[in-house]
C-alpha cells in the first residue's frame, strides 16, 4: 500500500486522525494533514481504507 | 429566485405534475416514533431521490434523500455555500439565513479556505483531546449537582445537556460564562422554524449588539483564547475585520451550543429506553467511541439542510440539476438510507461503518468542531450512564416535546428521574 494526499483541499476535519493515529497527523498552525507513513504496515490498511473513505474532502488516496 | 419548473432530463425520475405545487420539506417524525426521521424520506428515496420541494415562500428546491447523492453534492464545489447567489434556497433557514455578515460556513473557497484555516487548528484532535480532562471535570462537577436531587424530577437538558456545551465554547471562544443566558435565549430564538420574521430580526439585532460588545471587549483586553489570538493574530495585522471576528464568534457560539446539546439529550433518552445497550455500554466502555457515531447517524439532528445552489447545469443520479436551482440536502435520510446502513433503523452501538455517516455534512464545510463534539459526547454519555444506571424519563415518552419546530432537533426539556 501506498499513500499520496492532496492537502491544499484538506478541511481539517480530522477524521484520518481518529481512524488512523499511526498513519495521519495535523499540523500544529492549522490542523492540516500530515502523513507520517506513506507505505504504512499491513495491520494499518484497514484503518487507512476508511480514514481515506470517509475523508470529507476526498485528500487521501490509497494505491494498492 | 429560484427557476423552475426545470425541464426535466431524459433519465428524470417522475415528480409532481407541474401544475400541482412542491410538498414542503417533511420534518414531523412518524407517530410515536420521535427517534425516526420523516417517513416520507423512505419513499422518496426508492422513487425520486431528487424531488422538488416549496420553500415558505413558494420558490422551489431540490430535495435529495440517498447518502451517495448527497456525498456527491455536498461534496462537489460547483454546488455553492454562498447564501449572497441567485438562487441560493434561504426561505426557511433559520439561524443562518442573513446574507449580511455571514460566517465562513456561507462562502465558498478561496474566501471559505482562507477563513477557516484562522480556527482549524483550535478544533484539532491533539487539542481537543487535550481538553478531555477539563470537559470531564466539567460534567463531574454537574453531576454533582444532580446527584442532591435524587428523587425529584430533573430537566436533563437544562441541568447538563446545555450546560456542558455552553460551558466548553465559553471557555474556548473566551466569553464569560454568566453572558450564557442571553446567547441561549437568542440562539433558541434564531433556531426556530416557527417565530415570525420580526421576532427573528429582533433576536438577531440583539446577538449582533452583544458580540460586537463582546468583541470590542476583546480588543481592548485580548486574552488566551480563541477570539483573543483572533484579534491579536489575524484582526490586528489586518487580515480580517472587527465584523469578521463578530461573525466567527456569532458562528462558533450558535454552532457550540445547540447541536452537542440536543444530541446528549436525545442520546441519553435513547440509551433510557434500550437498556439491552446501556448495560453492554456499561460493561464495555471502550465501545462509547463508536457508540457516539452510531448515535450522531441514528439521531442525525440536522432538519433543514445544509443548503446549496448549483452553480452550473450539473447531472446527479440522472438529475439535471440547472444553475441557478437550489438544493437541499436530507441528512437523516441519507443516514437510514439501506443501501449504506444495513438495518438503518436500528441502534447498534458496534455498527462496522457507523463513522461513514454524515451527521457533521460532507465535503470542505464538514463540522469543523466535530472533534469536540465528539469528546464532550463520549465524556457526558460514558459519565451519565455509569454515575446514573437508575435514571429514566419522568413522563412518557409522548409528553417530551420534541424540537420537530427547530432546525436542530432533540428534546425541548427531558424531564427525567432516578
Same mark, same amino acid.
Not at chain 2, 414531523?28 to 431521490?49: I, K, M
Not at chain 2, 466535530?370 to 415518552?397: G, N
Given at each position: 500500500?501506498?499513500?499520496? !494526499? @492532496? =492537502?491544499?483541499?484538506?478541511?481539517?476535519?480530522?477524521?484520518? %486522525?481518529?481512524? /488512523?493515529?499511526?498513519?495521519?497527523?495535523?499540523?500544529?498552525?492549522?490542523?492540516?494533514?500530515?502523513? !507520517? @507513513? =506513506?507505505?504504512?504496515?499491513?495491520?494499518?490498511?484497514?484503518? %487507512?481504507?476508511? /480514514?481515506?473513505?470517509?475523508?470529507?474532502?476526498?485528500?487521501?488516496?490509497?494505491?494498492? | 429566485?429560484?427557476?423552475?419548473?426545470?425541464?426535466?432530463?431524459?433519465?428524470?425520475?417522475?415528480?409532481?405534475?407541474?401544475?400541482?405545487?412542491?410538498?414542503?420539506?417533511?420534518?414531523?417524525?412518524?407517530?410515536?416514533?420521535?427517534?425516526?426521521?420523516?417517513?416520507?424520506?423512505?419513499?422518496?428515496?426508492?422513487?425520486?431521490?431528487?424531488?422538488?420541494?416549496?420553500?415558505?415562500?413558494?420558490?422551489?428546491?431540490?430535495?435529495?434523500?440517498?447518502?451517495?447523492?448527497?456525498?456527491?453534492?455536498?461534496?462537489?464545489?460547483?454546488?455553492?455555500?454562498?447564501?449572497?447567489?441567485?438562487?441560493?434556497?434561504?426561505?426557511?433557514?433559520?439561524?443562518?439565513?442573513?446574507?449580511?455578515?455571514?460566517?465562513?460556513?456561507?462562502?465558498?473557497?478561496?474566501?471559505?479556505?482562507?477563513?477557516?484555516?484562522?480556527?482549524?487548528?483550535?478544533?484539532?484532535?491533539?487539542?481537543?483531546?487535550?481538553?478531555?480532562?477539563?470537559?470531564?471535570?466539567?460534567?463531574?462537577?454537574?453531576?454533582?449537582?444532580?446527584?442532591?436531587?435524587?428523587?425529584?424530577?430533573?430537566?436533563?437538558?437544562?441541568?447538563?445537556?446545555?450546560?456542558?456545551?455552553?460551558?466548553?465554547?465559553?471557555?474556548?471562544?473566551?466569553?464569560?460564562?454568566?453572558?450564557?443566558?442571553?446567547?441561549?435565549?437568542?440562539?433558541?430564538?434564531?433556531?426556530?422554524?416557527?417565530?415570525?420574521?420580526?421576532?427573528?430580526?429582533?433576536?438577531?439585532?440583539?446577538?449582533?449588539?452583544?458580540?460586537?460588545?463582546?468583541?470590542?471587549?476583546?480588543?481592548?483586553?485580548?486574552?488566551?483564547?480563541?477570539?483573543?489570538?483572533?484579534?491579536?493574530?489575524?484582526?490586528?495585522?489586518?487580515?480580517?475585520?472587527?465584523?469578521?471576528?463578530?461573525?466567527?464568534?456569532?458562528?462558533?457560539?450558535?454552532?457550540?451550543?445547540?447541536?452537542?446539546?440536543?444530541?446528549?439529550?436525545?442520546?441519553?433518552?435513547?440509551?433510557?429506553?434500550?437498556?439491552?445497550?446501556?448495560?453492554?455500554?456499561?460493561?464495555?466502555?471502550?465501545?462509547?467511541?463508536?457508540?457516539?457515531?452510531?448515535?450522531?447517524?441514528?439521531?442525525?439532528?440536522?432538519?433543514?439542510?445544509?443548503?446549496?445552489?448549483?452553480?452550473?447545469?450539473?447531472?446527479?443520479?440522472?438529475?439535471?440539476?440547472?444553475?441557478?436551482?437550489?438544493?437541499?440536502?436530507?441528512?437523516?435520510?441519507?443516514?437510514?438510507?439501506?443501501?449504506?446502513?444495513?438495518?438503518?433503523?436500528?441502534?447498534?452501538?458496534?455498527?462496522?461503518?457507523?463513522?461513514?455517516?454524515?451527521?457533521?455534512?460532507?465535503?470542505?464545510?464538514?463540522?469543523?468542531?466535530?472533534?469536540?463534539?465528539?469528546?464532550?459526547?463520549?465524556?457526558?454519555?460514558?459519565?451519565?450512564?455509569?454515575?446514573?444506571?437508575?435514571?429514566?424519563?419522568?413522563?412518557?415518552?409522548?409528553?417530551?416535546?420534541?424540537?420537530?419546530?427547530?432546525?436542530?432537533?432533540?428534546?425541548?426539556?427531558?424531564?427525567?428521574?432516578?
Amino acid at each position: 500500500m501506498n499513500i499520496t !494526499l @492532496d =492537502a491544499d483541499k484538506c478541511c481539517a476535519a480530522g477524521q484520518c %486522525v481518529l481512524v /488512523a493515529p499511526e498513519v495521519f497527523d495535523q499540523r500544529d498552525e492549522d490542523g492540516i494533514v500530515v502523513l !507520517l @507513513d =506513506a507505505a504504512p504496515p499491513a495491520d494499518q490498511h484497514d484503518a %487507512v481504507r476508511e /480514514a481515506a473513505a470517509i475523508c470529507p474532502a476526498a485528500v487521501i488516496q490509497v494505491h494498492e | 429566485m429560484t427557476p423552475s419548473p426545470a425541464s426535466p432530463a431524459p433519465t428524470a425520475p417522475s415528480v409532481a405534475a407541474p401544475a400541482a405545487a412542491a410538498p414542503a420539506l417533511p420534518v414531523q417524525p412518524p407517530q410515536g416514533c420521535p427517534f425516526d426521521p420523516p417517513a416520507e424520506f423512505a419513499r422518496l428515496r426508492t422513487e425520486a431521490p431528487l424531488s422538488k420541494i416549496s420553500l415558505p415562500d413558494g420558490t422551489e428546491a431540490w430535495l435529495a434523500t440517498r447518502y451517495a447523492d448527497i456525498r456527491a453534492i455536498l461534496g462537489d464545489t460547483r454546488f455553492s455555500s454562498d447564501t449572497t447567489r441567485p438562487g441560493y434556497p434561504l426561505s426557511g433557514m433559520t439561524g443562518g439565513a442573513t446574507t449580511e455578515h455571514r460566517g465562513f460556513i456561507r462562502m465558498d473557497p478561496p474566501e471559505h479556505t482562507r477563513l477557516r484555516r484562522m480556527v482549524t487548528r483550535e478544533f484539532m484532535v491533539k487539542r481537543v483531546e487535550a481538553m478531555r480532562p477539563e470537559i470531564q471535570r466539567l460534567t463531574d462537577e454537574l453531576c454533582d449537582a444532580m446527584e442532591q436531587r435524587a428523587g425529584q424530577e430533573v430537566d436533563l437538558v437544562e441541568a447538563l445537556a446545555l450546560p456542558v456545551p455552553s460551558l466548553v465554547i465559553s471557555l474556548l471562544l473566551g466569553v464569560p460564562y454568566d453572558d450564557h443566558e442571553v446567547f441561549q435565549r437568542l440562539t433558541g430564538t434564531l433556531l426556530s422554524r416557527t417565530v415570525g420574521h420580526e421576532e427573528r430580526e429582533s433576536a438577531r439585532a440583539e446577538l449582533r449588539a452583544y458580540l460586537h460588545q463582546l468583541v470590542s471587549a476583546k480588543e481592548a483586553a485580548p486574552g488566551d483564547d480563541i477570539l483573543g489570538r483572533l484579534i491579536t493574530e489575524q484582526q490586528v495585522p489586518g487580515e480580517i475585520t472587527h465584523d469578521d471576528v463578530v461573525a466567527f464568534a456569532g458562528l462558533l457560539l450558535v454552532a457550540g451550543h445547540e447541536t452537542t446539546a440536543n444530541m446528549i439529550g436525545l442520546s441519553a433518552l435513547t440509551l433510557m429506553r434500550d437498556r439491552e445497550t446501556a448495560d453492554r455500554l456499561r460493561a464495555e466502555p471502550q465501545l462509547i467511541r463508536g457508540a457516539v457515531e452510531e448515535l450522531l447517524r441514528f439521531h442525525s439532528i440536522i432538519r433543514n439542510g445544509p443548503r446549496r445552489v448549483a452553480t452550473e447545469d450539473i447531472e446527479i443520479a440522472g438529475q439535471l440539476i440547472r444553475a441557478g436551482e437550489g438544493v437541499v440536502a436530507a441528512v437523516p435520510s441519507a443516514n437510514r438510507d439501506p443501501e449504506v446502513f444495513a438495518d438503518p433503523d436500528a441502534l447498534d452501538v458496534c455498527r462496522p461503518n457507523a463513522q461513514h455517516h454524515v451527521a457533521f455534512g460532507y465535503g470542505i464545510h464538514q463540522c469543523l468542531g466535530q472533534a469536540l463534539a465528539r469528546v464532550e459526547l463520549q465524556v457526558v454519555i460514558a459519565t451519565l450512564l455509569r454515575r446514573f444506571p437508575q435514571m429514566r424519563p419522568a413522563v412518557p415518552v409522548d409528553e417530551i416535546p420534541f424540537r420537530s419546530d427547530m432546525a436542530i432537533y432533540g428534546c425541548h426539556t427531558l424531564p427525567v428521574t432516578w
